[in-house]
């Protein structure tokens, strides 16, 4: 699980993070941390119905007197009774899980709503897109408030782009340009799409607005910054690959 954590924070050079990673914590180090005023919180590991596993023992969230970390992820089997102890205490709101998960399935979820997060998504957002195409992605949900944001992002409301490799010809594709609404950008903003200099303005929604590029034009809004990118269902980031990658899927 340790893969998880490496490098999971600061992805957009733009943004200033103060990050702490802490290793085999106790209880009382883990009690410290989520009492402690901190923006938020990503932990990875077990939890059982006793509460979260700790290297002296286990620490049941619903002992704890106040949580000052805003937002959340616990990423551990069935975390559901455990993140709603922590929004009791405190907390505004966090990702949990309603099942065991494999390991492997854990870290791709995490490691996706954290870079999601730090995208300027929110909770519900990040977690929408991390688990697309997952299996067992059902298995995470929300508790609390789902709006809680970490980071702005800097053009409107955060988007996606979305690909079918079965739309890709020879000359041009098919790109889908998906918004996700923040309580930073609302129902009913305007948003202008980065991928044409059309002077057509959207109403920002999860509906998906289609657009036909050339490979230039495409590989042009790839590289105008790191993006998410969904291919075949697939997460991927736009600094990660360019058209003739995905031209070989087709």
Not at 186 to 215: K, M, Q
Request: hydrophobic share 40%; net charge negative.
């Amino acid at each position: 699980m340790r893969e998880e954590a490496a490098n999971l924070y600061g992805f957009r050079d733009m943004i200033d993070f103060d990050i702490e990673t802490h290793f085999d914590l106790t209880v009382a180090e883990t009690r410290a941390a989520l009492e402690s005023e901190t923006d938020f919180i990503h932990f990875i590991g077990h939890i059982t119905e006793d509460g979260v596993r700790c290297r002296d023992g286990t620490l049941d969230a619903r002992t704890l007197d106040a949580v000052h970390a805003d937002a959340f992820i616990l990423n551990g089997c069935r975390s559901y009774a455990q993140g709603m102890a922590l929004v009791d205490a405190g907390a505004l709101g966090g990702v949990v899980t309603l099942a065991d998960v494999y390991d492997r399935i854990a870290t791709t979820v995490g490691r996706s709503a954290a870079r999601l997060l730090d995208a300027g998504f929110d909770l519900h957002g990040a977690l929408n897109v991390a688990t697309e195409n997952v299996a067992a992605g059902s298995h995470y949900t929300i508790v609390g408030n789902g709006g809680v944001t970490l980071c702005q992002y800097p053009f409107g409301c955060p988007k996606v782009a979305v690909v079918d490799s079965d739309e890709i010809n020879s000359e041009s594709l098919t790109v889908s340009i998906r918004d996700y609404i923040t309580r930073d950008v609302g129902p009913g903003t305007f948003t202008s799409p980065i991928v044409t200099d059309s002077p057509i303005r959207y109403l920002s929604s999860p509906a998906d607005h289609e657009f036909d590029l050339s490979h230039q034009q495409f590989d042009e809004v790839l590289s105008s910054g790191r993006a998410p990118l969904l291919v075949d269902g697939e997460l991927h980031w736009s600094d990660e690959i360019d058209v003739s990658i995905l031209s070989e899927r087709t």
